[in-house]
């Protein structure tokens, strides 16, 4: 090799190890700020006061999602869920209104609390989604309904501003059984 050759190879090494020295003052770099932030990560977290996200999910000990808060269209909704996954409570809203819906341990609708427009009501259903009992507040009264299983009204009471209170009996295709006060003809 001459001195031409021998130039050339240790300009190439030092390259090659400028390079190194380079990729090594990265990694230390990365590795100081990773142990600053672990050492004082509660201070870092203390001092976020805004956060901005689709969603967050919170998580057990074991990385079993418990709860997710994220936005749906046209609002946003908080779930939560039991340890098998099944949703046991939804709170949220929409342009329409809010809604809380609760859940059994099989993940069927049980109540339903929901802040429509000029009717908020209150909703019980069976195991099948189904209505069983709904109470509502209307512009002018508030109603109280009973469902038979085929979600069909067997009861109804009401309180009119207008025509006062009211309670019907129905049969199975809703007639009218027993109405109170009178039906006057």
């Known amino acids: 090799m001459n001195h031409e050759e021998r130039l050339a190879h240790l300009e190439l090494e030092l390259a090659s190890l400028r390079r190194l020295h380079r990729r090594l003052l990265a990694v230390a770099g990365i590795t100081v700020v990773g142990l600053a932030v672990a050492c004082t990560?509660?201070?870092i977290v203390e001092s976020v006061k805004e956060l901005h996200a689709q969603s967050i999910v919170l998580e057990d000990a074991n990385g079993?999602?418990?709860?997710?808060?994220?936005a749906v269209k046209g609002g946003?909704?908080?779930t939560f869920t039991d340890t098998k996954g099944?949703?046991?409570a939804v709170v949220g809203y929409t342009e329409e209104g809010s809604h809380l819906d609760l859940f059994d341990a099989d993940g069927n609708r049980r109540a339903i609390v929901a802040a429509h427009g000029d009717r908020p009501g209150i909703s019980l259903t069976g195991r099948n989604d189904k209505p069983r009992v709904a109470?509502?507040?209307e512009v002018?009264?508030?109603?109280?309904y009973l469902f038979?299983?085929?979600s069909t009204p067997r009861a109804i009471h009401r309180v009119d501003?207008?025509?006062g209170p009211t309670v019907n009996l129905l049969d199975t295709a809703g007639k009218a059984v027993w109405v109170a006060p009178s039906i006057k003809p």
């Open 76 to 78: 946003a909704e908080l």
């Open 140 to 144: 002018g009264g508030s109603s109280l």
């Open 41 to 43: 990560g509660s201070s």
């Open 161 to 163: 501003t207008q025509e």
């Open 64 to 70: 079993k999602p418990l709860a997710r808060l994220g």
């Open 86 to 88: 099944k949703r046991r």
């Open 135 to 137: 109470l509502t507040a």
């Open 148 to 150: 038979d299983d085929n």
